[in-house]
């Protein structure tokens, strides 16, 4: 199992947007994280290590990454036939499933760190005062868990929705919108709360009452259960008999 | 190995309220070259599905190499070779690399790997070019680096599913030669689908024929062609009349007699002497510059045996 997961992750990291055309698309995808690995510790100095600002980066990164990587990686070798002769060789359903989410996982965590520490070399070059900035260890901590915890969300998510879609664009449409309108939604809802003078008091009092350590247990924990479940369905919908029908 | 490299009793298979494989029973010797014929959805696809433990059968059941396709799915997948309906190639990789992969897949170690790679592309003579993206490769070069992929770990079996579909008439007889050199070199058992007669006629040991998935005919293609059609002499000349037909027709041995353009195709009911046939036909003011004996072509014997079950 573990050869063949390795195998399977061989081809795949061989694969990541090398497909024609989907090579530009990845270059633009990246254009948001970089920004934002870049200007935000130019603008905030300090801040950037200092504030849960990083965990912007740790969300929207592999979100995006592993959010283009996935369907193409499953929706994509449906729709470009490759798939069938995959599935007539001896590998297990589990370990094309988990070199295909492995590979995409790395890669959109991988990149996420590679960012978060060009966001700390920036703020080092923009903002240097004699001695090294480094981030708050409990917001490094948040970073990396928060990070690995969305690209597995994102990946599970993706296969399911890649298994119903005839396209990987139409994954990855899809995908993104089902990912990214709760936070959109949860934004209006703070935005609509911070709006009246007793909405901002209140707002103000929750976030007072409670420390930062532990929303981000909150939000780890809620994470971590979603991406246990969404895992779980994938490996059940992941099935040869299913996807060669697919 | 088993005697039979594939069983196949009562195997049935129904997607909804449709049949595509109907009571198929077969067994396909070990180390022949056997053709599947069937028109397009006739089941030939689902067939080799469920040869390769794919999709589960409605009923019956199939055994290949020895081992039951339901229960033993994965141990038929590790000893057999299959080019699917597509490629399968990645187009991204390099010819080379796509063997890499299956290489890998099949557990080869990468002495082993490299060296069948090699040979394989050799013998095909794309060698050269194994560095390129595969996307950039012609159809029937991309079909051929699918067929080295099908035999890369020495399978007993390979599964061919209309391997020279699409392709022009020279990439088509170039996979064909291909084939049939790796089969008699490496005395593997091949299935193989087509619609295509020439080349099943060329290829196959045996061939079974099947119509919306039911076996209508199972032998060699010689027995076939005896069994559908007889006898024949073919007489390229000029000047077929309609008193010439008309007095071959009245002939006891010959059963039909048609004429396309100056060919004249005279079917027999047994081994006759054709010199009473062309005596008469000169006689009637035909010019005769040949006579040929022969069978029905193969693709004679299918159109017939479709338009029966019709």
Excluded at chain 1, 64 to 71: A, D, M, Q, T
Excluded at chain 1, 119 to 131: R, S
Excluded at chain 2, 14 to 27: H, I, K, P, Q, W
Excluded at chain 2, 176 to 185: Q, T
């Amino acid at each position: 199992m573990k050869n063949d997961i390795l195998t399977v992750m061989w081809k795949e990291r061989k694969g990541l947007f090398r497909v024609r055309g989907r090579r530009a698309q990845a270059l633009l995808a990246m254009f948001s994280p970089v920004l934002l690995a870049v200007l935000f510790p130019l603008q905030e100095g300090v801040g950037w290590v200092q504030s849960p600002l990083s965990l912007l980066l740790a969300f929207i990164a592999p979100l995006i990454l592993v959010g283009l990587s996935i369907p193409d990686s499953f929706a994509g070798e449906r729709e470009r036939h490759t798939l069938p002769t995959l599935l007539a060789t001896r590998l297990s359903d589990r370990a094309i499933l988990f070199g295909k989410m492995i590979t995409s996982v790395a890669f959109g965590w991988g990149v996420t760190l590679v960012l978060l520490a060009i966001g700390l070399v920036t703020v080092n070059v923009a903002h240097w005062d004699g001695h090294i900035l480094l981030y708050k260890p409990s917001i490094l901590l948040a970073d990396l868990t928060f990070s690995f915890l969305v690209a597995m969300l994102t990946a599970g998510a993706g296969v399911l929705f890649s298994l119903r879609a005839a396209t990987a664009q139409e994954a990855q449409q899809t995908l993104m919108a089902v990912l990214l309108i709760p936070p959109m939604i949860l934004q209006f809802v703070v935005f609509a709360i911070m709006g009246s003078d007793s909405g901002k008091a209140r707002f103000q009092e929750v976030l007072g009452a409670i420390s930062f350590e532990q929303v981000i247990l909150v939000i780890v924990a809620v994470l971590l259960v979603l991406d246990v479940v969404l895992l779980m369905a994938a490996m059940a919908r992941f099935k040869r008999a299913r996807l060669i029908l697919g | 190995m088993t005697e039979a490299a594939i069983r196949i009793e009562n195997l049935t298979r129904d997607f909804e309220t449709v049949r595509a494989v109907d009571g198929l029973s077969l067994e396909v010797p070990a180390g022949i070259i056997f053709g599947f014929l069937g028109p397009n959805g006739a089941g030939k696809t689902t067939t080799i599905r469920l040869l390769l433990g794919l999709l589960e059968p409605t009923d019956g059941r199939a055994e290949v190499l020895g081992f039951d396709t339901r229960t033993h799915a994965t141990e038929v997948r590790t000893r057999t070779g299959a080019l699917l309906e597509h490629t399968g190639i990645y187009e991204h990789l390099s010819a080379e690399d796509n063997l890499e992969f299956y290489g890998r897949v099949w557990g080869m170690p990468a002495t082993e790997r490299q060296a069948r790679i090699k040979e394989l592309l050799t013998h095909m003579g794309v060698w050269d070019r194994r560095k390129q993206p595969a996307g950039k490769w012609s159809h029937g070069m991309k079909q051929k680096l699918a067929l080295a992929r099908a035999m890369l770990h020495r399978p007993p079996l390979v599964l061919l599913d209309e391997p020279t579909a699409g392709l022009d008439v020279m990439a088509a007889v170039a996979v064909r030669d291909d084939l049939a050199s790796l089969a008699a070199s490496e005395g593997v058992t091949v299935f193989l689908t087509t619609h295509n007669m020439v080349e099943a006629e060329r290829l196959c040991a045996q061939v079974a024929v099947i119509r919306e998935g039911s076996l209508v005919a199972l032998g060699d293609p010689d027995d076939l062609r005896a069994r559908a059609g007889g006898p024949r002499v073919e007489i390229v000349g000029r000047g077929f009349n309609d008193d010439a037909l008309a007095l071959l027709r009245a002939r006891p041995e010959v059963t039909a007699a048609e004429v396309y353009g100056d060919h004249l195709a005279i079917d027999l009911h047994e081994e006759t002497d054709t010199a009473p046939l062309v005596s008469l036909l000169v006689g009637a003011g035909v010019a005769v510059e040949e006579v040929r004996r022969g069978k029905a072509s193969l693709e004679e014997v299918f159109v017939t045996l479709m338009e029966e079950e019709r």
